[in-house]
C-alpha cells in the first residue's frame, strides 16, 4: 500500500517537472523573439570599443565610453514610430571584441549593431555575418563624405559600414629639431598637413642625420622604423606604395612583386642601411618607436589623429618633453601624397530577425546623420565637410584633414582574410632589414603567401561567391 502510494506520488512529481520545463522552455524561446510581434517593445544591442567618453566632449558629467549611445538611443526611442523599441549599449574591451563576436555568432545571438573601426570587422562581411547598408545612404551623405570614404566602407557592390568620424594615418615631426638642423623651409604650418616631395623628403633625413645637434638631441636619428610584429603595419603598407604600386589589383591579388613594389623595398633597406632611421627595426616595435619619438630621439615619426592628441596631452600633464610637433603627408615618388584613414563606423549584424535588422539600420541612420548627433565626431576627424566646416573655427585642423581626404588609399583593400594577411608582411620586412633576402626576395615570397591567404579566404567569402 505504501509502495504504491509513493509510485503514485513520485508519477505526479514527475509530470509537475515536466510541465515546469516546458514552460520554461516556452518562455526562453518567447523572450529570443521578443519584438517580432506588434506591440511588443523591441530591443535592440549596441556593441561597442571604447571610442570616446562623453556624448560630446570627456569634460561632460558622468563622462564614459557609452554615453553618446545612450544619449543617442534615448533621442531615437522618443521619436522612432515604427515600433516601441529598447536599446540597450554595452562596452566592448578591443582585444575582447572577435572573441565575443565568434562566441555570440555561432550562439545564434550576434549583437544587433557594432560601433567600431571598419577594416577591424571586414572579415565579417565577408563571412555574411553583416548585411548591407546601401539602402540608408541618402543622396545628401553620399555628397557630404568624401567618396575615399564610401569607398572604404564599400565591399563588392554594396556599402556595409556607415562612416562616422575617422582617425587618418600621417607622418610626426618634431618642428624644433628641423629648425635646430637648419631645416625652416620645410616646416608647416601648425594646422597644415605638409606635404613633401620625395626627394625633399630625403633632404630631410639627411640633413637630420648631419646636423641635428648632438648637445641637444642626444642619440637622435631621423627616423622612426619598426617590424617586430604587425602593430602599426599600415605605415609600412603605405611606404611600400610610395612609389606607384597599386598593392592590390582588381580581384583582390597582392600585385607587390613588380618594379614599383620592389624599389619601394629597396627604399627602406636603402635608408635603413644609411642610418637614416632608427637602428634594429626588425626587433623594434611601433610602441618603442613611438616612446622614442616622445623622447626626442627621432625627427619623424609616424602618427594618427590620436596617437597625435594623445602625445600632445602627455606634454601637457609633464609625462613626456614639451616640443613643436606637427604632421605631414606620407611622400611618394609621383608628388600626390600618401595617407590613409581607420574609419570609425556602425554595422548591423544578420540576427535572423528582420523587424530587429530594420530597427537597427534605422538607428545607424538616426545617429549617423542626425544634425546634432554627428558634432560628436569632433572626438576624432569628422568624415563629414559640413561638421568640418562648421567646427574649422575651433579645430582648424579639421579643415586640413577634410581637404587631404582626396589622398586616402585603403589599406585593407577589403580583401578577405586580411587579419590573417596582417602576419606575413613583417616577417618579411625583418628579413629585408637583416639581409637574409633582397628587396626583390621579399616581394616576392610576401606575394605568394599573402595571396594563398587571400585565395583561401575567397572560398568562404560571400562578397566573391555571390
Same mark, same amino acid.
Given at each position: ?24 522552455? #516556452? ?65 566592448? %574591451? ?9 562566441? !555570440?555568432? =555561432? ?58 568620424? #575617422? ?6 615631426? #618634431? ?35 648631419? !646636423? ?14 619598426? %617590424? ?7 605605415? #609600412?603598407? %603605405? ?47 611601433? !610602441?618603442?618607436?613611438? %616612446? ?111 581637404? =587631404? ?32 633576402k633582397s628587396a626583390k626576395e621579399a616581394a616576392k615570397s610576401y606575394q605568394e603567401k599573402g595571396n594563398d591567404v587571400i585565395s583561401n579566404a575567397k572560398k568562404d567569402s560571400v562578397i566573391f561567391n555571390k
Amino acid at each position: 500500500m505504501l509502495r504504491k502510494r509513493f509510485i503514485k506520488m513520485f508519477v505526479l512529481l514527475l509530470i509537475s517537472s515536466v510541465l515546469i520545463v516546458g514552460c520554461s522552455s #516556452n518562455k526562453s524561446n518567447d523572450s529570443g523573439k521578443k519584438g517580432s510581434k506588434d506591440g511588443d517593445t523591441v530591443e535592440i544591442s549596441v556593441w561597442l570599443t571604447p571610442q570616446w567618453k562623453g556624448v560630446f566632449d570627456s569634460n561632460e558629467d558622468g563622462a564614459d565610453y557609452d554615453s553618446f549611445f545612450k544619449y543617442a538611443a534615448e533621442k531615437f526611442e522618443k521619436q522612432y514610430d515604427k515600433h516601441k523599441v529598447k536599446v540597450n549599449v554595452e562596452v566592448i %574591451a578591443s582585444d575582447q571584441r572577435d572573441e565575443l563576436l565568434n562566441v !555570440n555568432l =555561432n550562439g545564434g545571438t550576434p549583437p544587433d549593431i557594432f560601433f567600431d573601426s571598419s577594416f577591424a570587422l571586414g572579415d565579417y562581411v565577408h563571412r555574411g555575418a553583416i548585411v548591407p547598408l546601401t539602402d540608408i545612404i541618402d543622396d545628401d551623405s553620399k555628397a557630404d563624405i568624401a567618396q575615399n570614404y564610401w569607398d572604404t566602407v564599400t565591399f563588392g557592390d554594396d556599402i556595409y559600414f556607415y562612416p562616422f568620424s #575617422n582617425n587618418p594615418g600621417t607622418l610626426a615631426y #618634431n618642428a624644433d629639431m628641423f629648425k635646430a638642423a637648419g631645416l625652416d623651409k620645410f616646416i608647416g604650418d601648425e594646422n597644415e598637413i605638409k606635404t613633401w616631395t620625395l626627394d625633399e623628403y630625403e633632404t630631410i633625413l639627411e640633413t637630420l642625420k648631419k !646636423n641635428t645637434p648632438k648637445d641637444k638631441y642626444s642619440n637622435a636619428y631621423p627616423m622612426g622604423l619598426f %617590424a617586430v610584429n604587425n602593430q602599426g603595419d599600415t605605415w #609600412n603598407l %603605405a611606404y611600400l606604395r610610395m612609389f606607384g604600386n597599386e598593392f592590390f589589383d582588381k580581384d583582390g591579388n597582392i600585385v607587390l612583386n613588380d618594379e614599383s613594389g620592389v624599389k619601394s623595398l629597396d627604399w627602406l633597406k636603402k635608408i635603413y642601411d644609411k642610418g637614416f632611421t632608427n637602428p634594429g627595426a626588425e626587433s623594434v616595435s611601433s !610602441n618603442d618607436v613611438l %616612446a622614442m619619438f616622445q623622447n626626442q630621439q627621432l625627427g619623424v615619426s609616424f602618427t594618427n589623429s590620436i596617437l597625435f592628441n594623445n602625445i600632445k596631452a602627455d606634454m601637457e600633464a609633464g609625462k613626456s618633453p614639451k616640443f613643436d610637433m606637427r604632421v605631414a603627408n606620407i611622400p611618394s615618388e609621383s608628388g600626390d601624397p600618401l595617407t590613409f584613414t581607420y574609419i570609425t563606423s556602425a554595422a548591423v549584424f544578420d540576427s535572423g530577425d528582420a523587424t530587429r535588422i530594420d530597427i537597427s539600420k534605422d538607428f545607424v541612420k538616426f545617429f549617423s546623420t542626425d544634425k546634432e548627433l554627428v558634432k560628436a565626431s569632433k572626438n576624432g576627424i569628422p568624415v563629414r565637410s559640413s561638421v568640418a566646416d562648421e567646427l574649422k573655427g575651433e579645430y582648424p585642423i579639421f579643415a586640413a584633414y577634410d581637404e =587631404n581626404a582626396q589622398y586616402l588609399f585603403n589599406f585593407s583593400g577589403n580583401v578577405p582574410g586580411y587579419n590573417e594577411l596582417r602576419q606575413v608582411l613583417y616577417p618579411e620586412l625583418q628579413a629585408l632589414y637583416t639581409g637574409e633576402k633582397s628587396a626583390k626576395e621579399a616581394a616576392k615570397s610576401y606575394q605568394e603567401k599573402g595571396n594563398d591567404v587571400i585565395s583561401n579566404a575567397k572560398k568562404d567569402s560571400v562578397i566573391f561567391n555571390k
